[in-house]
Nanobody, 122 residues
């Protein structure tokens, strides 16, 4: 099992910045990749960004490219999402997500954090 705990959400004005953190614990050696999803009211949960555990390959949804940066600190078992130039449409609950290496070959549910609210006022 992997446990994920997010922090760093809050309220900010449009154009501002926030940094989200997600601390992983438990079977962190089994993590393949880790990242962020978000869900706005009335919308489905959507992918935001992810990164290979240990660093390296990153992926971003088009709407955040150039504004958000994902990174890891494996010594702290933590993934960060630096969010700059925030827009009102970035308002959502942000969830940390992790996948095990084994999930690449067998069905293993993803791990999820409890979520952290990000509110961008225009």
């Amino acid at each position: 099992q992997v446990q994920l705990v997010e922090s760093g959400g809050g309220m900010v004005q449009a154009g501002g910045s926030l940094r989200l953190s997600c601390a992983a614990s438990g079977r962190t050696f089994s993590i393949y990749d880790i990242g962020w999803y978000r869900q706005a009211p009335g919308n489905e949960r959507e992918f935001v960004a992810n990164i290979r555990w240990g660093g390296g390959s990153t992926n971003y949804t088009d709407s955040v490219k150039g504004r958000f940066t994902i990174s890891t600190d494996n010594a702290k078992n933590t993934v960060y999402l630096q969010m700059n130039s925030l827009k009102s449409e970035d308002t959502a609950i942000y969830y940390c997500n992790a996948r095990e290496i084994a999930s690449l070959v067998v069905h293993i549910p993803d791990y999820w954090g409890q979520g952290t609210q990000v509110t961008v006022s225009s």
